[in-house]
């Protein structure tokens, strides 16, 4: 089983024919994710070929889904264009954005957010600025490298792209079921609640790795739900321990002020809804393999 992403999934690339779209476009297919065509105006009824496998270029998401069945998209368009290629994408219903993205300006995920929810929630978006979603062995849509980690019973919800594949890569002898890096900006589409609930609806996955970071109180708002809605095992682990106070860093949501949002506090939210928290990466991974070899 997988979440929000499976073997039947059929994705296309907005952006696929620039630089970005095509070298992830290119590491996509090697791992296995069916994609079906690519999006771009100035391009469409043209065909690409990516090592074999020909590509077609449609116009607009909605040609492209009418046309091949399309229920994915991933977008790798510059930020100036995204929010219209994210407003295309859900005014055309597709059931999944994956916004890979870095530094769309926060107004404009705000906009298409927003936009999502008033008209009715029907395309899910994952991100911005976010390495994007794999089920291991079935599809990967998105940055995150298809190699490191195998198919398992291990559900993974990550604010960081490079914790992701660390933990994925610690984690590689038991595997994922599904690991979704959500992105570090202030204003994201799928949340770590909408993650946690997804994987504890999901009978094949059976514990949880959730990592956060600094700033903001998602991880806070996670630990109530956590308390009062997951029954599988969460492990989980805050960026940000040693981060000097008012600083943004790395990401544009990370920052602390005073005592909120800070890596501490974080901690302490999740100890209490009985999630075990990891001081480090590693120990975090530790804490959820002491998990699965008593399961």
Not at 36 to 53: C, I, S
Not at 123 to 144: D, F, L, M, V, Y
Request: hydrophobic letters at 45%; one cysteine or more; a negative charge.
């Amino acid at each position: 089983m997988a979440i929000f992403l499976n073997e039947n999934s059929k994705v296309i690339v907005q952006g696929m024919t620039g630089a970005e779209g095509t070298k992830h476009t290119k590491r996509m297919l090697a791992s296995g994710t069916n994609i079906v065509g690519g999006v771009n105006p100035r391009k469409a009824g043209e065909k690409v070929d990516f090592d074999g496998t020909v590509l077609p270029v449609f116009g607009t998401v909605k040609e492209a889904m009418e046309a091949t069945g399309a229920n994915v998209t991933v977008i790798f368009v510059p930020p100036a264009f995204s929010k219209a290629a994210v407003l295309e994408a859900i005014d055309a219903e597709i059931e999944l954005a994956v916004v890979i993205t870095e530094g769309i300006p926060v107004h404009d995920t705000a906009y298409f957010w927003a936009h999502a929810v008033a008209t009715g929630n029907k395309t899910r978006i994952i991100g911005p600025n976010c390495p994007g979603i794999i089920s291991p062995g079935k599809s990967n849509a998105g940055i995150i490298p298809a190699n490191i980690a195998g198919s398992g019973k291990i559900g993974l919800v990550s604010k960081s792209g490079t914790l992701t594949y660390q933990m994925m890569h610690e984690l590689r002898d038991f595997g994922f079921s599904t690991a979704i890096g959500i992105g570090g900006d202030p204003i994201i589409g799928t949340t770590h609640i909408d993650a946690l609930e997804a994987f504890q609806a999901d009978d094949e996955t059976v514990a949880i790795v959730m990592i956060g970071e600094i700033g903001g109180d998602a991880e806070e708002r996670a630990a109530a739900y956590i308390k009062e809605n997951v029954t599988k095992p969460v492990v989980g682990y805050v960026a940000g321990f040693t981060a000097p106070e008012g600083k943004t860093m790395g990401h544009a949501g990370a920052i602390v002020s005073g005592s909120a949002g800070t890596a501490q506090a974080k901690k302490e939210a999740l100890e209490a809804a009985g999630v075990k928290v990891g001081k480090t990466p590693s120990e975090t991974a530790a804490l959820m393999r002491e998990i699965m070899q008593a399961l």
